[in-house]
């Protein structure tokens, strides 16, 4: 599948969702950049957001854990991308179950506005339910992909991601030190 700006039989630019999910270390914030950055080879106006309380790596940036880099806006929440994100070509947005559940709605009238959107976010949480608004926002998607890590365990494809820290709340940043993905045997596997 070839990702891209389309035009519609009436001429105009079509807008689209795009989502990439999947759990922590599967490359969603790698194949976001990839996207995003191809889009600015294009010459394509792009404007990225994440949220705010995403402050892992840098306050600013959207960084991959390879440490590649793209920079971006701090929004506080969903309606923010729609005030700033309305008069661009490309909007992308990275750590999407951290938004609120207007982020569905504020996708579907950028891209009805002829918006490229290109989501990313874990669609499971660490117990493995549907996190945020990112099962919405597949449902309402064109395009979805499923990126996969390997399991830290026994090496097949990880979709979950396993909390190795007692703690109950379901927002909790971190990074290896606090979580690793696992396979679905793995992941149902106690220690
Ligand atoms: N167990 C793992 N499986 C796959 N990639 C891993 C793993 N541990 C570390 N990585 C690294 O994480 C990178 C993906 O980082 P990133 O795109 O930030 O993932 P995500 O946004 O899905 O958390 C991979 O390219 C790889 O170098
Ligand atoms: C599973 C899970 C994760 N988080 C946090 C941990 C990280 O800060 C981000 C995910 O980042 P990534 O780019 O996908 O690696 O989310 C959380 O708060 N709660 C969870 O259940
Ligand atoms: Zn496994």
Known sequence: MLFSEQKSRRGAFTGSIEVICGSMF?????????????????????????????????????????????????VQNAQAILLLGANTQVVGIDEAQFFDQDLPEVCNKLAQKGVRVIVA???????????????????????????????????????????????????????KESYEPRCRVCFHTEA
Do not use: W
């Not at 106006?45 to 705010?52: L, N, R, S």
């Not at 339910?129 to 992909?145: D, N, S, Y």
């Open 26 to 74: 599967s490359g969603k914030t790698e194949e976001l950049l990839r996207r995003l950055k191809r889009a600015q080879i294009a010459r394509l106006e792009v404007e990225i957001f994440k949220p705010v309380t995403d402050t892992r790596y840098d306050d600013i940036a959207v960084v991959s854990h390879d440490l590649n880099s793209i920079q971006s806006t701090p």
């Open 121 to 175: 976010g874990l669609d499971m949480d660490f117990q493995g339910r549907p996190f945020g608004p990112v099962p919405a926002l597949m449902a309402i998607a064109e395009h979805i992909t499923k990126v996969h890590a390997v399991c830290v365990c026994c090496g097949s494809a990880a979709m979950y991601s396993f909390r190795k820290v007692a703690n109950s709340a379901r927002v909790m940043l971190g990074e």
